[in-house]
């Protein structure tokens, strides 16, 4: 049976993140947490949680650079622990959030269906928008549509951002993947499906709880950083950087390498 992996951002989420994280280890073998240049307690929090721990990878940027950048951290982190063999291709990478919006009980369904059929690549979390402001759940169909199109393949709701996949894919999304702000579920949503893979986002998951964070403005940033990913992939423009910032991810693991 493959390792379950966990990746999750924090960024100001002092009085949720323990509570949080105790959740997610209950269904994962090792959890990977990046803190995005958190200004309250919350890394020391961290720190202090996962001393009696060993299968903790915890990442600490010293500025905050958006939940995008902080996912591409952990996604160096993926290729450099495949690279060192401490990770199988085969091993389930499950991506959710820290501040409460995604329930870690979901996670055992989400690699559930991935296990159980292998004709698909990534499970995709659909979100009960039960909670949500109306213009919000407008704006996640509109990206929606758009990413669909994009990359052919059908999506509910791109946006969602709770999913599990094979570690292995997480090297041809570096190729392209971009991580301004909160772009990065519509760039894996578009990049994964010009590669050719399939998704399933039918798994509807309830959301306990909403958390403004992305405004309007924010979606043109996501929609101009989706149409770069796209062109990007068209033109088998692959990142030249990736070294550098596998680099940058070792040099904020804070601990475990040294």
Known sequence: M???????????????????????ANYADAV??????????????????KEARDNIYFISMRENRGQSQALKRAYALIKYLLEKRKLSPEDLVVELDSDGQHDPNYIRALCGR???????????ARRDF???????????????????????KRYEDVE??????????????????LGHRYSGAFETGIITGLLGYTTDNSLVVKTPCYRAGARAFDALHVLACGLW???????????N??????SMALAEWTDGHR
Do not use: C, H
């Not at 991935?114 to 995709?124: C, H």
């Open 2 to 24: 493959p390792r379950t992996i966990a990746i999750t951002t924090v960024f100001n989420e002092e009085r949720t993140v323990i509570s949080v994280l105790n959740d997610i």
């Open 32 to 49: 990977i947490v990046v803190n995005d240049g958190s200004q309250d307690s919350s890394r020391e929090k961290i720190e202090r949680w």
């Open 114 to 124: 991935k296990l159980g059929n292998p004709s698909v690549d990534i499970v995709l």
């Open 130 to 152: 039960s909670f949500y402001p109306r213009y919000k759940v407008w704006g996640n169909r509109l990206l929606t549509l758009i990413a669909s199109l994009l990359s052919g």
């Open 160 to 177: 969602s951002n709770y999913r599990v996949m094979e570690a292995q894919l997480y090297l041809p999304l570096l190729d392209y993947f």
């Open 229 to 239: 990913a796209w062109t990007r992939v068209k033109l088998k423009a692959r990142s």
């Open 241 to 246: 950087d990736l070294d550098s910032l596998t």
